[in-house]
C-alpha cells in the first residue's frame, strides 16, 4: 500500500509501519487514519505475521497531535481528531490479531505517546525521552487517564499527567511503559528480532490468544474513552487552551486567566 506520511514494507515476514511526517511526525487527521488503514491491512496481510510502528525520523518518533487540527477547531472537529485517534486507532489493535511492537528510537510526547503504548510491546532506545505535555499547553492527555493508572499506579500517573514533565526510557522502563531499552542504533534491529520470534509461533493460538489477552485487559475501555472525548473537546474550547496553544505557537509562555 502507498501511503503520504508512512511506509507499510514486508520484511521477512513482519509488517513494518514507518512514520515519515518531517520535522518530528506531528500526527494530522490523515496520517492518523494512514495510520489505522495500514494495521488493517496488516491484520488481513497474509505475509504479515507480526507488525512494528516505527519512525524514519531520527531521533523522532513521534511528536503527537499537529496543533493545527485544535486551534480555534469547532468541538466537533476535534471530536472527529479524537475518534481516530483515540477509538479507531484502537480498535484497529485490538482487531489486528498479530503481535505489534513500537520501536520508539526518539522523543515520543502525547498523541506519539498513544501510538506507542497502542502497541503490545515498547521497545526504546537509550536516547528516547516521553511525556505527556498537553497540560502545559491547557490541555488533557485524555486516553492516558485510563491506561496509565493501571500501568504505574495512580499517584505516579498523575503527577506525570499533571506535571506535563518529560522522562528518559529508564524511568518508562521502571514505570513499565517501556518493556526493554537498547542501544540507539539497534532499537529497530531488536523489534524485529522479538517480531520474528513472535512470528514463529502458531498464528492461530497467537490470533486467539492475543484476542484473549486484549479482552481481559480492556476493562471497559470503550466506554471510558467516550466520556473522556468529551472533556477533551469541552476543555479544547476553553479560553486557556485557545491561549495556551497560540502561546506555544508563538514560543511564548501562556498568560492564564485568572478567576476570581
Known amino acids: 500500500m502507498k501511503f503520504d506520511h508512512l511506509a507499510y514494507d514486508i520484511v521477512d515476514g513482519i509488517a513494518e509501519i514507518s512514520l515519515q511526517r518531517p520535522p518530528v511526525n506531528a500526527l494530522s487527521l490523515e496520517m492518523i487514519r494512514e495510520l489505522v488503514a495500514a494495521l488493517n491491512h496488516a491484520a488481513a496481510d497474509s505475509r504479515a505475521r507480526a507488525v512494528i510502528i516505527c519512525s524514519n525520523i531520527p531521533r523522532r518518533f513521534c511528536a503527537g497531535l499537529d496543533l493545527n487540527l485544535i486551534l480555534d477547531q469547532p468541538s466537533d472537529h476535534i471530536y472527529n481528531v479524537l475518534k481516530s485517534l483515540y477509538i479507531d486507532l484502537y480498535d484497529a489493535q485490538y482487531k489486528l490479531g498479530k503481535p505489534s511492537i513500537a520501536a520508539v528510537n526518539g522523543a515520543a510526547r502525547g498523541g506519539g505517546m498513544t501510538v506507542a503504548v497502542s502497541c503490545d510491546v515498547v521497545i526504546a532506545s537509550e536516547r528516547a525521552t516521553f511525556g505527556y505535555p498537553e497540560i502545559e499547553l491547557g490541555l488533557v492527555p485524555g486516553i492516558h487517564f485510563i491506561h496509565l493508572p493501571r500501568i504505574v499506579g495512580r499517584h505516579r500517573a498523575f503527577e506525570l499527567l499533571f506535571s506535563g514533565r518529560s522522562f528518559p526510557a529508564s524511568e518508562a522502563q521502571s514505570l513499565g511503559i517501556v518493556s526493554r531499552i537498547v542501544a540507539d542504533d539497534a532499537v529497530l534491529a531488536a ?32 466506554r471510558s474513552i467516550e466520556n473522556v472525548v468529551d472533556s477533551f473537546c469541552t476543555i479544547a474550547g476553553t479560553d486557556d487552551a485557545r491561549e495556551g496553544l497560540r502561546a506555544f505557537q508563538e514560543n511564548r509562555k501562556p498568560n492564564w486567566q485568572v478567576k476570581e
Open 191 to 222: 523489534a524485529r528480532e522479538l517480531a520474528q520470534n513472535f512470528a514463529a509461533k502458531s498464528a492461530t493460538v497467537m490470533r486467539l490468544g492475543r484476542a484473549a489477552f486484549m479482552r481481559a485487559n480492556d476493562l471497559d475501555y470503550r
